[in-house]
């Protein structure tokens, strides 16, 4: 996967829409989601404080993200991965 490369002028860091790929060390569990606030939601998920899916199967390891210009972009490239196969 390559990430997109997208221009951040004039934006709040903090509030960009992003789609983004969390691993879990011990078994390989990866757990897909979208976010405006990327750094604030990866620390929610390394501190148990997502509860569900991630928190159940410590998956915490932010391996890969993709910036994107509006949400509903980032949430169809979500859908789009979530349908993806695995080898």
């Known amino acids: 996967m390559r990430p997109h490369r997208r221009s951040g002028a004039g934006r709040n860091p903090e509030r960009v829409p992003c789609v983004y790929l969390l691993a879990s060390r011990r078994n390989g569990t990866l757990y897909?989601?979208?976010t405006s606030a990327l750094?604030?939601?990866v620390w929610e998920h390394k501190n148990?404080?997502?509860a569900g899916f991630t928190k159940r199967y410590q998956?915490?390891?932010l391996v890969w993200y993709e910036?994107?210009?509006t949400m509903e972009s980032a949430i169809s490239r979500e859908n789009a991965i979530m349908g993806w196969r695995r080898a």
């Open 32 to 34: 897909v989601g979208v």
């Open 39 to 41: 750094i604030r939601r």
């Open 48 to 50: 148990d404080l997502a």
């Open 59 to 61: 998956v915490h390891t």
């Open 67 to 69: 910036v994107h210009d």
